[in-house]
């Protein structure tokens, strides 16, 4: 068994997220299962995943949980943006659409 960082960035994600019904729909937050297209801000990169976990993230298309731009996303609904640094470089995104995806959601 391993432990949590507790300065983890996902940890402090989780730490200050609102929690929302299994009910809610698919669309309004981002979470693990769920399809989303955001947009790197000072790029306007355009992208598309799945939020996954990392063992998972091996295939095209599929964006870690663990992963600095997976933890930005969690829980972020459309029309949202986030901003961070890593690495010493300031990072934002913003979430244009979530769905749920054609992969059944993880129980």
């Given at each position: 068994?391993?432990?949590?960082d507790?300065?983890?960035?996902?940890r402090?994600?989780?730490?200050?997220a609102?929690l929302?019904?299994?009910t809610?729909?698919?669309?309004?937050a981002?979470?693990l299962?769920?399809e989303?297209k955001?947009v790197?801000?000072?790029?306007?990169?355009?992208?598309r995943?799945?939020?996954?976990l990392?063992?998972?993230?091996?295939?095209?298309?599929?964006i870690?949980?663990?992963?600095?731009i997976?933890t930005?996303?969690?829980?972020?609904g459309?029309g949202?943006?986030?901003?961070?640094?890593?690495r010493g470089?300031?990072r934002?995104?913003?979430?244009?659409?979530?769905?749920?995806?054609e992969v059944?959601?993880?129980t």
């Amino acid at each position: 068994m391993s432990s949590v960082d507790t300065d983890c960035p996902l940890r402090e994600e989780i730490d200050r997220a609102d929690l929302i019904s299994d009910t809610a729909a698919w669309s309004s937050a981002v979470r693990l299962g769920c399809e989303v297209k955001f947009v790197e801000l000072g790029t306007s990169h355009l992208r598309r995943g799945r939020l996954v976990l990392p063992h998972e993230a091996r295939t095209a298309h599929c964006i870690s949980v663990l992963s600095p731009i997976g933890t930005a996303l969690i829980g972020l609904g459309p029309g949202q943006s986030i901003h961070w640094t890593e690495r010493g470089r300031e990072r934002r995104l913003a979430v244009l659409e979530v769905r749920a995806s054609e992969v059944s959601p993880p129980t």
